[in-house]
């Protein structure tokens, strides 16, 4: 009697060889982060940098489909797998994501090397928020329209250590007004100013 061996079916690989592959991008990934942070786009130091993470990216599409990673304030993950870790400060891609809301993406197959570096230069740009900052890392993605990177955001605000307080308004020290008499003194009262538009920042 012949015996059937169930075999993996030809160019597949184990969940362990795709997650130490995904380690092996993200290493890439983060190497052209760096890279682009110390040399200007045109250097040869960056660009070899850029096209190691681009072929690494493009093998690993090729053998496991798109690569699809999710983030939070220190970690990248793939397949609930720590595939990228580091402190809570601007030199960790994971942070600097999260921190503008920034939780999910997807590098998908036939994406092109300026795709890759419009990415990676909007986290350059956008490595340090000021408080005078008026786009983040999600409006500037939203912007540039990358067709073969997709991503999930949500509102910024998450717990990074720091103390977010609202402003006191000083509410509270009209409270006991009269409404007769603050009707009464309406003639004392400056002219109002012009309004101003309102800006809504777009995600």
Known sequence: ??????????GKESVGDSLTHARQVLIALNGAFK???LYPSEHVIYQTSLNSFKNGLDNFIDQHGSLVITIDRQNIYYKNEVVHDGPMNEENLAFILFRDGVYHLEFHQSIALWEIHSFLEILQKHQVLTKDAENDIVTALWAVELPCLS???EDVGFD???AFEIPDLGGDDFS???PEQTVENTDKLEPDLPL???IHKQH
């Open 1 to 10: 009697m012949t015996s059937i061996t169930k075999n993996d079916p030809p």
């Open 35 to 37: 890279k682009i942070l």
């Open 151 to 153: 991503y999930k955001a």
């Open 160 to 162: 990074t250590g720091e």
């Open 176 to 178: 006991g007004e009269d």
């Open 196 to 198: 101003q538009p309102l």
